[in-house]
């Protein structure tokens, strides 16, 4: 005890001893700032805080300096959390200070807490829902021909067989094809001509990023509502809004408000729900909602945290004809004009040029314009699509020309507008005789008795027409068409129309015709009944003019869509001629579809027989797929046969022998989903992925790979030298290799082994051991268990 008094008494002394040393050195250097104090501590401090604007959290944590009660935040935090610059000074802002702003410190939840005023949070923009997916298409190298073989044979008749064709090649840049057919007289005087004749021969380059094509060869050229096409032989250059499905082109309703809380909002278009989404506190704009329409009225429902409810009535009319603010869309086409099409297989005429042009000025509006030329011909046109708020749709046009020396004009004009209900439409077109553009400019020029020239084109059109939905009482329809030409003719065609649904899928349609200058009806009714999944009759009758009434009845089997037998029966009364009949059948597998029949009167009867299919070369592979209209898919499961595959979670078959399947109807730029099942797969082998999601060009294909490799793998049964289990955990060790664990029983499950295999096991006890794994042949690599195997104890 006394000793340690001793060494307390020194302790205390030597303290005593540094803190007078401390003192008088403090009294020596006065040069050292005083400690600080607490009031100065609690007067400026620096956080790190997440900011919330308007109950809304901005997801970002900046610095916040504390100084004397205020708040300082740099300008460029705040502007990047969404407040307007022109209220912010440059540097390091006081929050505090602000007008109209409020601040609170939320220290449990480690959050600054600013309200400002309304206008100063810019609108955002919500999407409505998910539109679809830009993908970037892909394009493979092959070729394929599409083919159709028809033959028909009459009673005391003539016969024929014809072969039509489509030759499509394609690679990574686009596309090649041709189009055409061979026929040849099989008996009697067939009228048709002979031989081969050729339609179209295009090449075609697409580029998705500009949503433009380049096509040369046999093209079609651009037109507009008031316009014509024509066959031309040259270029075409254009943009093409297929190329990209996910844009919507016409300007949709834009629907805006502000919300003070967080809010959810539900969205009804004429009484239907389409959809929900949620809100942040502020100034909002829901975009990309649901394609719509005509005319119609859409509900906003918004829900606050409380469940309180706000309704509001939006109106809107949408029109798919005009294009959406700053939105351009038109093509150029070059070449020759081409004469005798279907007839003779390169006859073009003289060198010509077209082009069009539109723009969307405002949601609103949008301009048009077309022109035309050639040695003798200039034509230029303008025209308009308004937006009259939700009064519908007014278009207008004016063309001028002249064609070999002569002046002419076309004056357009219609109105349009649609609802859920019922939809009313007019469109008219005016003029003189003198009017020329390139679809009468090949043509040969015929005179009146006056020397004037007759112009083809008519001289007024009028059309009418009104539909209606009466809901339970059906859809009625109604339309007009007037028809005069410059030599006095008038044609005047009536016609009404009726549909209703009767029971379960079953319907009936009535329509009438009348023709004024014939002063006469043309008149039919028809009942079609549905008889399970695939089978339907039909009941119709009809009343002409000429043919007299007639009555039929049909009955027929649709072909399934993955093979299988169709066929169709019909037999018909008619007042002014023989009993007519009428029966086919038809087979379908993956490979070809089979078709035949006959339909006439008696002894009058026509047999005819049809063969369909496409040939496809790929990958050095020659396959037989039904026609093929777009684009298809090649699976390649690396050699592997009868791997079941499925296109967007359908099955369509398996591999073949060289592990190869066609796919074939498979929609362009359509990101679809292709899906291998491994189950089938030896144990032995590897594959990267057993999915992949591709889209493809139009009139393309793609070879869509899963590659998969062999790799050597066993289980082993391994025992220590007392013939125990290795415990469970030790680890096993190959040269080059990952290493494995044994598991229960003493089993290790080994990949990528050799034929001979050094294995070092270290074991739970830390001791080690070695053993040799030698591997037996295996042709039909099933899975093999090795052992036990005795693990010997050594270095």
């Known amino acids: 005890m006394a000793r340690r008094t001793g060494q307390l008494s020194s302790l205390m002394l030597l303290t005593f001893v540094t803190s007078a040393g401390t003192v008088n050195a403090m009294e020596v250097d006065d040069s050292l700032p005083p400690p600080p104090d607490a009031t100065a501590i609690n007067a400026q401090s620096l956080y790190h805080l997440a900011l919330v604007i308007n109950h809304y959290d901005t997801r970002q944590v900046v610095p916040v300096a504390q100084r004397q ?6 300008s460029a935090d705040l502007q990047r959390a969404g407040l307007p610059g022109e209220h912010l000074l440059p540097g390091d802002v ?33 999407a409505f829902r998910d539109g679809i997916a830009r993908t970037e298409p892909v394009n493979g190298q092959g070729a394929l021909i599409n083919y159709d073989i028809y033959t028909s044979q009459t009673e005391h008749g003539a016969g024929q067989i014809s072969l039509w064709h489509e030759f499509r090649y394609f690679y ?17 005087n067939y009228p048709q001509q002979e031989g081969y004749i050729r339609y179209d021969t295009t090449l075609n380059l697409t580029d998705e990023e500009d949503i433009t094509q380049w096509s040369v060869g046999d093209v079609i050229s651009e037109s507009l509502n008031w316009s014509n096409s024509v066959r031309i032989g040259g270029l075409r250059y254009g943009r093409d809004f297929s190329l990209r499905p996910d844009l919507v082109t016409w300007p949709l309703p834009a629907f805006s408000g502000e919300a003070a809380v ?46 309180r409810q706000v309704s509001t009535v939006l109106p809107f009319y949408v029109d798919s004809e005009l294009l959406s603010a700053g939105l351009s869309d038109g093509a150029i086409t070059l070449g020759a004009l081409r004469r005798r099409y279907g007839v003779d297989n390169f006859d073009y005429g003289p060198a010509v040029g ?91 020029v015929m005179m009146d008795a006056n020397n004037d020239p007759i112009a083809s084109l ?91 009434s007639t009555q039929r009845v049909n009955y027929s089997h649709a072909m399934p869509a993955d093979g299988g037998f169709g066929w169709d029966l019909a037999w018909a009364r008619q007042s002014q001629a023989s009993q007519y009949q009428q029966a086919s059948l038809g087979w379908r597998n993956n490979n070809v579809e089979l078709q035949g029949g006959g339909y006439g009167e008696r002894d009058m009867m ?28 090649v699976i390649s499961t690396d050699g592997y046969s009868d791997i079941p595959v499925s296109y967007e979670n359908q099955p369509v078959g398996k591999t073949d022998k060289n592990g190869y399947l066609l796919v074939s109807g498979v929609s362009a730029y359509y990101p ?50 007392q013939g125990q289990d290795i415990a469970p955990g030790s680890q096993v060790y190959r040269s080059q290799q990952a290493t494995t664990v044994v598991g229960y029983d003493g089993i290790a499950w080994l990949e990528n082994l050799s034929a001979v295999n050094v294995l070092k096991i270290a074991k739970t006890d830390g001791t080690t051991c070695h053993v040799t794994l030698t591997l037996r042949e295996n042709p039909l690599h099933k899975l093999q268990t090795y052992g036990p195997l005795t693990c010997k104890a050594g270095q």
């Open 262 to 307: 967080p809010t959810s909002v539900d969205l009804f278009i004429d009484g239907y729900r389409a959809g929900s989404t949620q809100l942040q506190p502020g100034p909002f704009s829901l975009t990309n909602l649901p394609y719509v329409n005509g005319a119609g009225n859409a509900v906003l429902v918004t829900t606050d945290a409380l469940g």
């Open 94 to 126: 006081n929050v505090s200070a602000l007008p109209d702003v409020r601040v609170e410190y939320d220290s449990t939840g480690q959050r600054l807490l600013l309200s400002v005023p309304r206008d100063w949070m810019p609108a955002r923009a919500t």
């Open 458 to 548: 008519s001289k007024s059109a009028d059309q009418y027409s009104l539909s209606m939905n009466l809901n339970e009482f059906g859809n009625i329809g109604a339309a007009w068409i007037g028809v005069q030409s410059f030599d006095g003719q008038r044609s005047d065609l009536l016609n009404v129309s009726w549909s209703r649904n009767l029971w379960g899928s079953s319907s009936i349609y009535l329509a009438a015709s009348h023709d004024r200058q014939r002063d006469d009806w043309t008149m039919a009714m028809s009942i079609q009944i549905p008889l399970g999944e695939r089978d339907g009759m039909g009941l119709s009758l009809e009343k002409t003019p000429d043919a007299g």
């Open 354 to 444: 077209s082009g069009s042009y539109r723009y969307g000025v405002t949601d609103w509006l949008t301009m048009e314009s077309h022109a035309e030329g050639a040695e003798s011909l200039a034509l230029g046109g303008l025209g308009s699509i308004i937006r009259l708020w939700r009064l519908g749709v007014v278009n207008g046009a004016w063309s001028q020309s002249e064609m070999r020396g002569r002046n002419g004009h076309q004056l357009n004009w219609g109105y349009q507008y649609n609802t859920s209900t019922f939809s009313l439409g007019t469109q008219h077109t005016r003029r003189n005789a003198t009017f020329g553009n390139l679809a009468l400019y090949d043509r040969p």
């Open 172 to 188: 990574d840049a686009g596309s090649l094809t041709s189009t055409g057919s061979l026929r040849r007289t099989l008996s009697g």
């Open 69 to 74: 009660g205020n708040y300082y935040i740099a």
């Open 606 to 633: 026509t047999w005819w027989g049809e063969a369909m299919g496409s040939l496809v070369l790929m990958d050095g592979q020659f396959f037989a797929a039904n026609k093929i209209n777009d684009a298809f898919v």
């Open 672 to 721: 679809a989903t292709y899906r291998i099942d491994a189950l089938n797969l030896p144990a032995d082998t590897r594959l990267r992925e057993t999915e992949q999601r591709v889209a493809l060009r139009r009139n393309s294909g793609y070879l869509v790979e899963f590659p998969m490799t062999q790799t050597k793998v066993a289980s082993v049964i391994l025992h220590d030298e």
